[in-house]
C-alpha cells in the first residue's frame, strides 16, 4: 500500500510524509482541516488537525467528506502539504472541532500567559495594549525559524509605538520555564517595558487561532513562521505568515 500511495503522490525525499484522512472543512484559502489516520514515522497520531498547502491551488475542488492521501513536507517555512489526491467521497465526519484560525476583524479569545518574571498578563479580548503575537522555542536549531523570529522582533522592538507589546509564546513549555525564558530574553535583549516572552497553558487553542501546525518530532517541533497583530481589544488586524514585512506593516492600525 505505502509503495502505490509513493508512487500517486510522486517524489520523495528527507522529511516527506504520507497523510491519509478526510476532509472535515476548508479554512481560508490555504488550509483544510483533515481527520486523519497516524502518520507513520512522524510520530503523529490519528487526529483532527489543520494542514497548510504549499499552493492554495492544491486545495481546489476540495469538499468536506472527500477522502485524500497528501504529501506532507517540513520545508523552510514550516510543515505543509505538498501534493493532494482526491481517492474517494463519503459523508463529512462527525467530529468536534477545535479553534479556528481567527480571520482579520475577529477577537483573539480571552485568556492569561505567564511571562519571563513569573508574573500574569493578558492576552485576547480585553487585552488593553496593541499587540505583535508570535511562536517561538528556545531550543530551535534552524537558523530560519525562531532565530530568524528574534532577529525580527529584535527590530521591530525599536521601532515599536508607545504602548505596544510583543509577545512571544513559547512552542515547548515543558523546557521553557518563565525562568528558562528570562534568561533567554535578556540575551535577546529584551526591553520587558515593550517584549515580553511567555508561557501558555492553552498553547493548544493559540496555534489553531493563529493558523500554526505544531508537530513534535523526537526532541525538535516542526512549526511555520506566524506573526498576529492585534489591536488593544485583542482584534486581528492582520496575519504574516513569513517574517517579509516591514515595520510600518507590523504596527499599521496600532498607533
Known amino acids: 500500500m505505502i509503495s502505490a500511495l509513493l508512487v500517486l503522490l510522486g517524489c520523495w525525499g528527507k522529511d516527506?510524509?504520507?497523510?491519509?484522512g478526510t476532509v472535515v472543512e476548508l479554512q481560508g484559502h490555504d488550509q483544510v482541516l483533515l481527520d486523519h489516520e497516524k502518520v507513520d514515522g512522524l510520530g503523529m497520531p490519528a487526529m483532527v488537525m489543520a494542514f497548510r498547502a504549499h499552493d492554495p491551488a492544491l486545495l481546489e475542488g476540495l469538499e468536506p467528506g472527500?477522502?485524500?492521501?497528501?504529501?506532507?513536507?517540513?520545508?523552510?517555512n514550516g510543515g505543509q502539504l505538498t501534493k493532494v489526491r482526491i481517492t474517494g467521497k463519503g459523508?463529512?465526519?462527525a467530529v468536534t472541532t477545535g479553534p479556528s484560525p481567527l480571520k482579520p476583524g475577529q477577537v483573539l479569545p480571552r485568556t492569561e500567559v505567564v511571562v519571563e518574571d513569573g508574573t500574569r498578563q493578558l492576552l485576547g479580548e480585553g487585552q488593553g495594549r496593541p499587540t505583535l503575537?508570535?511562536?517561538?522555542?528556545?531550543?530551535?536549531?534552524?537558523?530560519?525559524f525562531c532565530p530568524a523570529t528574534v532577529a525580527r522582533?529584535?527590530?521591530?522592538?525599536?521601532a515599536a509605538p508607545e504602548g505596544v507589546r510583543l509577545l512571544a509564546v513559547t512552542l515547548d513549555p515543558e523546557h521553557d520555564t518563565p525562568a528558562v525564558l528570562k534568561t533567554?530574553?535578556?540575551?535577546?535583549?529584551?526591553d520587558p517595558a515593550v517584549w515580553r516572552?511567555?508561557?501558555s497553558d492553552e498553547l493548544g487553542d493559540l496555534a489553531l487561532y493563529a493558523g500554526l501546525t505544531v508537530v513534535r518530532e523526537g526532541d525538535g517541533i516542526a512549526h511555520g513562521l506566524r506573526v498576529l497583530a492585534l489591536d488593544a481589544d485583542?482584534?486581528?488586524i492582520r496575519r504574516f505568515d513569513d517574517l517579509a514585512f516591514s515595520s510600518d506593516e507590523a504596527f499599521e492600525g496600532m498607533r
Open 16 to 20: 516527506t510524509y504520507i497523510v491519509e
Open 66 to 76: 472527500h477522502r485524500v492521501v497528501a504529501r506532507f513536507e517540513i520545508l523552510e
Open 91 to 93: 459523508p463529512p465526519p
Open 133 to 144: 503575537l508570535t511562536f517561538l522555542y528556545t531550543r530551535c536549531p534552524l537558523p530560519e
Open 153 to 158: 522582533f529584535q527590530a521591530l522592538q525599536g
Open 184 to 190: 533567554f530574553a535578556d540575551g535577546a535583549g529584551a
Open 197 to 199: 516572552f511567555a508561557v
Open 234 to 236: 485583542g482584534r486581528l
